[in-house]
């Protein structure tokens, strides 16, 4: 404490400083304060609380390991998060104001029915949704409700998207593996892992969707081979497809190994 004028008995200080005392230190001054030095030559003095110590003597010669040099520092990882590669507005036009925070919220918002809807049994989704938006986001206008549930709907029920949404996929399904010099962590939408295939999607909810393969924003592209040479770690033996499901169509574009490769982590 401020007040105390001694260390307390029981502190590091005081323990350190009877070792001190006990090899024969003296204080020498340094600048404004001072500090401990024990010479080659230092006298041990004898503990008042303990038996006498005598410093144990140097070793004529030292071990190999004492003068070998350590080895470089391996540099760690580089974190990285793939969602910082493909942001979701890469395709539509810059929204400012309440607008872009409108289109944000609304992502956001069909991000978690996509999550919550498919256990759910087919005749139930659009009440249990309607319910949800009313409780938790305040959205009780059945218009703009339903402008939310009915793309999401239309994806979860379409049938080229049965493998997205099979009872045994997984939803925001968390993936980290350490590729190259890179520490690949994030949560995908979908992900499938069967016996001999791993399937990973992620959705985009733009309002400018691309028509195809060769309209894939780079960004979304290089966030999925992010992805996939975390998973292909992860499940080694596996295929791994990687696919992007633009809500706004729908369409759900499976992308080849060629398109991935160009866009991979170094």
């Known amino acids: 404490g401020k007040k105390a004028k001694e260390p307390p008995e029981q502190s590091w200080y005081a ?8 090899l024969g230190c003296d204080w020498i001054a340094l600048g404004e ?23 144990s003597s140097p070793p004529e010669s030292l071990p190999v390991w004492a003068l070998t040099p350590a080895a470089a520092e391996q540099r760690p990882p580089i974190p990285l998060a793939p969602s910082s590669l493909g942001k979701d507005d890469v395709a539509s036009p810059p929204l400012t104001g309440p607008d872009r925070e409108r289109a944000a919220q609304r992502g956001l918002i069909m991000h978690s029915l996509f999550e919550r809807l498919p256990v759910l049994a087919p005749e139930q989704r659009r009440e249990a949704a309607r319910r949800w938006l009313t409780r938790q986001h305040g959205i009780a206008d059945p218009v703009e409700a339903d402008a939310i549930i009915d793309p999401v709907c239309a994806v979860i029920d379409h049938p080229d998207f049965a493998d997205v949404f099979r009872e045994d996929a997984l939803a925001e399904a968390p993936i980290a593996a350490v590729v190259g010099p890179n520490v690949v962590s994030g949560t995908v939408d979908r992900l499938l892992v069967e016996d001999t295939r791993v399937l990973v999607v992620d959705f985009k909810t733009g309002r400018r969707p691309p028509a195809s393969l060769e309209q894939l924003p780079v960004a979304h592209v290089r966030q999925m081979a992010a992805y996939v040479a975390a998973l292909r770690l992860i499940f080694p033996g596996r295929a791994v497809q990687a696919g992007l499901l ?14 991935l490769a160009a866009t991979k982590l170094d």
């Open 33 to 55: 304060g001072a500090c401990r030095r024990c010479g080659s030559d230092a006298v041990p003095v004898p503990r008042a609380d303990g038996p006498h110590l005598m410093p």
């Open 15 to 22: 323990a350190i400083e009877r070792s001190f005392m006990a």
């Open 246 to 259: 633009y809500t706004e169509i729908p369409r759900l574009f499976l992308l080849p190994d060629e398109l």
